[in-house]
């Protein structure tokens, strides 16, 4: 134990080196080569303390005399989420130390722990102000993340967005992309802020739109303006792609700029690309021959984005009639499934063709390919909707299945209400995966607003 333990004070101090300066995160969130080993042996020693150290031992710990052990105490205990709800009043406390790297995690543990933590917001509105950078900007993240009402939290982000250090106006970005529709009142300066000299604060922003979604229709060209622009960091110019997508019908404008990426010679811009001109839907008609051409070239996985892009275009789409049914006749189930579905949306004389196929589909091995196929029966032909609803719900109860199920109810809205109860359910339980807490909370967001909200679903 001893050794471990040493082990751990010695990732703390190189932690800390990480924190004085918060990384910008990727479009994807990726860490660097260093973080990743670094958080790879930090996961292991947390695995060793889950069966072995309670919450309330390290609430203790955050009384240590050593100030890298309480701070290397307040980032574990935000890697155990919602399970160390017991320790916000200890983390508050460490939020008002001298030490700035404590004050820092301290803040880092509140957001780790979100909605629970909210007796904290008084202290995270003062810490929004710190003296320390990288406390300012953790208290931004930690306010999104604990959700207080916007109109208590906007104003010190919205502040924060013109701080003199560009860490903590791109944290403050960010936060304020996660109070999503009522983000509102932020929208002039995060527009602003994709024109703000930091390449950090950029990506942040575009981030942020991410978040927004819809209610950001006023930025979709200041983005698209980021997405062409070829000197842009290319993970800045991902973030603009999945805002307009996020934007949906309103960002018809962009179609221009989504059909230059998708020419792009990185294949991830381009499947981001797709994806975001099928988010706009039926205003990306013009983006329908490149993306029947895209489909002669792309491996199979770029295939997949470019098939659902045409589904979700619609009727509009027409034209791609004839490849989806050339792919229904291939040996590729996952191809299948997603050309069927695109079918059933694309021509209503095909939709009972189309259903055929996602029946077959039912029965397959694959759990990814039966739980999307279910997720499409459900929304697309009321006479399978029971055995749907049935097959997901086994799904979302059995544990090797649930991330699945919960990731394909994400395309589903009111037709799976019938879901919800389960899917709180999950949501609720503390010691859930954080993958399908991940993916339970989109799925409840698109089936039943009202209930997430309720339930504090961010």
């Not at 309670?54 to 005399?65: M, Y």
Request: positive net charge; contains cysteine; hydrophobic residues 45%.
């Amino acid at each position: 134990m001893r050794k471990r333990m040493r082990t751990i004070l010695a990732l703390g101090l190189l932690l800390i080196s990480f924190v004085s300066s918060p990384r910008r995160a990727t479009a994807e969130e990726k860490e660097t080569v260093e973080e990743q080993l670094l958080l790879r042996v930090l996961r292991e020693e947390l695995s060793y303390l889950d069966d072995n150290r309670s919450v309330r031992a390290r609430i203790a710990d955050l009384k240590n005399a050593n100030p890298n052990v309480r701070a290397m105490t307040a980032y574990l205990l935000a890697q155990l989420g919602r399970k160390a709800k017991s320790a916000v009043r200890a983390l508050t406390v460490a939020l008002k130390g001298r030490n700035a790297d404590v004050r820092a995690m301290a803040a880092y543990g509140l957001a780790g722990i979100g909605p629970d933590a909210r007796s904290a917001v008084p202290l995270l509105l003062e810490a929004v102000r710190d003296r320390a950078p990288m406390v300012r900007a953790y208290a931004a993240v930690a306010l999104a993340a604990v959700r207080p009402p916007a109109k208590v939290a906007l104003p010190p982000l919205l502040e924060a967005l013109k701080d003199e250090e560009e860490c903590v106006r791109a944290w403050a970005a960010r936060a304020l992309g996660g109070f999503g529709a009522e983000a509102g009142p932020a929208l002039t300066p995060l527009i602003a802020a994709l024109s703000d000299p930091s390449e950090q604060v950029r990506h942040d922003a575009a981030y942020a739109f991410r978040g927004i979604g819809p209610t950001g229709r006023e930025a979709a060209l200041p983005l698209a303006r980021l997405v062409k622009n070829k000197d842009e960091e290319r993970d800045t110019r991902r973030n603009a792609i999945h805002a307009l997508g996020a934007i949906g019908p309103a960002a018809k404008g962009a179609v221009p700029a989504l059909l230059d990426a998708l020419q792009d010679p990185d294949n991830n811009v381009r499947r981001d690309a797709a994806e975001a001109l099928g988010g706009i839907g039926t205003g990306a008609k013009s983006a329908v021959p490149a993306l029947l051409e895209g489909l002669k070239k792309e491996s199979d996985l770029g295939r997949g984005v470019l098939i659902e892009a045409l589904g979700k275009i619609g009727p509009e789409a027409i034209a791609a009639v004839p490849a989806l049914l050339d792919i229904l006749n291939e040996k590729d189930e996952d191809a299948r499934l997603t050309a069927a579905l695109a079918l059933a949306r694309i021509s209503p004389r095909h939709k009972a063709q189309a259903i055929a196929e996602l029946r077959k589909l039912l029965k397959h091995d694959s759990v990814y390919v039966w739980t999307k196929a279910a997720s499409a029966l459900l929304c697309l032909s009321p006479v399978d909707r029971q055995e749907a609803t049935d097959l997901l719900h086994f799904g979302l109860k059995e544990k090797t299945t649930r991330l699945w199920a919960a990731w394909a109810l994400r395309e589903n809205g009111p037709e799976a209400k019938a879901l919800v109860p389960v899917l709180l359910a999950l949501w609720k339980e503390e010691h859930q995966e954080e993958n399908v807490c991940d993916a339970v909370a989109e799925a409840l967001k698109r089936i039943d607003p009202a209930a997430a909200k309720e339930a504090e679903v961010p």
